[in-house]
């Protein structure tokens, strides 16, 4: 194959590197939303974090006042309705507790979470101990904790797929010029399957293993949409890494398309 084959190898692996990287470091996967006319709480779900975040709406209403605050509770000391309307679906018991009397007290500096992400307060996910109590929990953590890990490994096949272009580029051996598409292929064609493989699980634990419903909504997030791309650009490179490169070894072994220096043993 030649060089220009492997330096589209290298743009494809490092695109795909970029899109896997920016799509496992968000918490954006799975969204689960729950809204009342009091209080709209959101957690976003990824594989190597989780983010939360509140909206709470304290006064009367129609004339409410909205704090965004980085916890996943509320006790309403003058509001309508009762808290059991805030809590519904909420773990209080993981988050600091706070009154519309004390609200009403505090600076929007400290009633509002320091977050440079608009309110939304992230911690590592899935941790075991927090995370994975109950049979439904620990179903949830493991999908994620599998699709976590496919990523990394997916990211380390990316970049000795990167490792193996660039030295077959600047090599002057002619066998490594015509046989090296099955290392660069098949180490992109590896990561992307890792790929699919996190994207199913996480898709899968969407369909099937959600234990926090509570009456909330889910949806799937931008991440687990970028991932998509990420793994179809993967596996569309590898088959045209492959096509390509196959197609010129064998025009080298049979003489109609001879590379100077490459005879095979």
């Not at 990561?191 to 634990?205: M, T």
Request: glycine share 10%; charged share 10%.
């Amino acid at each position: 194959m030649q060089t220009r084959g492997y330096l589209f190898a290298l743009v494809a692996a490092l695109a795909v590197s970029i899109m896997q990287l920016w799509a496992m470091r968000q918490a954006g996967w799975i969204i689960w939303t729950k809204e009342s006319k009091i209080v709209q709480s959101s957690i976003q779900y990824g594989p190597l974090r989780t983010c939360s975040k509140l909206v709470v709406h304290f006064g009367a209403e129609g004339t409410q006042s909205t704090h965004e605050l980085g916890t996943a509770s509320a006790v309403l000391a003058n509001g309508p309705a009762s808290t059991s309307e805030v809590l519904a679906g909420i773990n209080a018991s993981a988050y600091p507790t706070f009154t519309g009397d004390l609200l009403s007290t505090l600076s929007d500096r400290v009633a509002h979470p320091l977050d440079k992400d608009d309110g939304w307060v992230c911690r590592p996910f899935p941790q075991t101990d927090q995370d994975c109590n109950s049979d439904g929990d620990r179903a949830f953590c493991n999908a994620f904790l599998t699709a976590g890990y496919s990523l990394q490994f997916s990211g380390v096949l990316l970049i000795g797929s990167m490792i193996s272009s660039l030295l077959t580029i600047f090599s002057t051996s002619a066998m490594n010029k015509v046989e090296g598409y099955r290392v660069v292929g098949g180490m992109l064609g590896a990561a992307s399957l890792l790929g699919i493989v996190a994207f199913a699980i996480v898709h899968d634990a969407y369909k099937n293993d959600w234990p926090y419903l509570f009456g909330a909504s889910l949806s799937l997030g931008a991440a687990f949409w970028v991932q998509l791309v990420a793994w179809v650009v993967g596996v569309l490179s590898t088959i045209g890494v492959l096509t390509v490169g196959f197609r010129a070894e064998r025009g080298a072994l049979t003489g109609s398309a001879p590379v100077n220096g490459y005879t095979r043993v």
